[in-house]
């Protein structure tokens, strides 16, 4: 059965991490002190207590009269000493008779002869002391006013504890703080503030949490808004295929030709290719690992796309890399197309390594692509204001980029001599 005292206030300590961090901070500290009072205890209170002890004996000697003096003179000095420092006192001579004492200690008169320490007799703290010169004294501090020993500890803990607890208090609740943030920019996020961001305080592992937390935020952020903007272009791109197809199923009901179901064909043909082009950029979006990785020689690989183009050569050699043979096969169509299409032939294709990476330039004869479209070309779906009338949906160069990236490496467009620009491919080479 829970304790109703855990059932009603444990989900609130649960909830707030920092009550559990500052109460484990409180609870080591207390076990701390514990732990040094015990070790005192045990190893270093009796021979401090004997140093201290010792001493006393001795300045006590000589605060007394000496052996020879009377028993008056004796009595007197005990009557001053225990008024003076409210104690009650008994002093013996060598032979365990007494001599002088103040007060009414109740002890029996020879168990602490010859002793030096710290004694408790019924109930009480009584200190011994042996004097050098034969004599012992016998202390009763069990009257003396004052607050006892045990609340005067507590009341050192209390204080140590209060004084412990202020200042880890805000260390605590910096720290649970930044968590909360967190928390706040996690919930934000799932509820679909894809722009929530959190603070990046210090240097410690909840700000490099901080870190990969805005890291993540940024990824999920680009993926979904690549994802919209793809499914708007698709959405688009779709609708003129399909309106082709639409309308040639009409006229072939009331007309059937040969010609328009060849059509249809190259139409139904046309929209398979733009729908696996588009199943292809997602998932090279949402960075799904390949499906095959193995040794591809790039050099056999750029040899038979050439063969399958007019008007296109190769020249160069590089090393192995791994990869995606069917992907690396379908960079390679997207580039010679590209080019073929956009450009004036011949095509060629350079192949060179350095440093472990492999660089592949895909040039063509035409003016090339302009400064303010080199990295446009690289959007999905886009197209030049001077290339609408040429067959493609835009998603040729940007399979590219995306198929390097899936393979380390990137794809960009850079300028050559003779005022042309190439674009470039950068793999890793093997290992």
Not at 90 to 104: N, Q
Not at 160 to 172: Q, T
Not at 238 to 247: C, D, G, N, Q, S
Not at 384 to 392: E, K, S, W
């Amino acid at each position: 059965m829970i304790h109703p005292f855990r059932k009603l206030f444990a989900p609130f300590l649960m909830r707030r991490l920092y009550l559990q961090i500052y109460g484990v901070m409180l609870a080591s500290l207390l076990l701390v002190v514990i732990l040094s009072a015990l070790l005192w205890e045990v190893y270093g209170r009796d021979r401090v207590n004997r140093d201290v002890l010792d001493s006393i004996s001795r300045f006590v000697a000589l605060t007394l009269p000496p052996p020879g003096a009377s028993i008056a003179t004796q009595q007197a000095t005990i009557e001053r000493l225990g008024q003076d420092l409210e104690l009650e006192l008994k002093m013996f001579d060598a032979s365990g008779r007494l001599i002088a004492k103040w007060g009414d200690p109740d002890m029996p008169d020879d168990r602490f002869h010859g002793q030096t320490g710290w004694f408790r007799a019924h109930g009480g703290p009584v200190v011994a002391l042996s004097l050098p010169d034969g004599r012992w004294l016998v202390a009763d501090a069990e009257r003396r006013p004052g607050a006892a020993p045990v609340v005067n500890l507590l009341a050192a803990l209390a204080l140590i504890g209060l004084c412990v607890g202020v200042g880890v208090y805000p260390v605590a609740r910096r720290l649970t703080k930044r968590l909360e943030q967190l928390q706040e920019g996690v919930e934000r996020i799932g509820a679909g503030d894809l722009k929530a961001r959190v603070d990046v305080k210090g240097l410690d592992e909840v700000s490099q949490l901080a870190r990969s937390f805005n890291a993540s935020a940024d990824k999920i952020d680009k993926l979904v808004s690549a994802h919209r903007l793809l499914l708007a272009n698709a959405s688009h791109e779709l609708r003129t295929p399909l309106a082709r197809i639409k309308l040639g199923l009409e006229m072939e009901q009331d007309r059937p030709s040969e010609e328009r179901q060849q059509a249809l064909k190259q139409d139904i043909a046309d929209l398979n290719a733009l729908i696996e082009e588009i199943l292809m950029m997602s998932r090279l979006d949402a960075a799904m690992p390949l499906d095959s990785r193995e040794p591809v020689d790039l050099l056999a690989l750029i040899a038979e796309e050439c063969a399958r183009f007019e008007g296109c050569s190769f020249s160069g050699t590089a090393p192995e890399i791994e990869g995606d043979p069917r992907l690396l096969h379908r960079m390679l169509a997207n580039l010679l197309e590209n080019g073929l299409k956009h450009g004036i032939q011949p095509v060629t294709v350079t192949l060179s390594s350095s440093a472990n990476v492999v660089t592949l330039d895909v040039c063509d004869q035409g003016p090339g692509i302009s400064m303010a479209e080199r990295e446009t070309v690289f959007q999905p779906f886009y197209r030049g204001p001077d290339r609408q009338n040429i067959d493609g949906y835009g998603l040729g160069l940007p399979l590219v980029r995306k198929i390097a990236q899936a393979h380390g490496g990137w794809a960009d467009v850079v300028a050559v001599t003779g005022g042309k620009t190439s674009v470039r491919v950068t793999l890793p080479s093997s290992p």
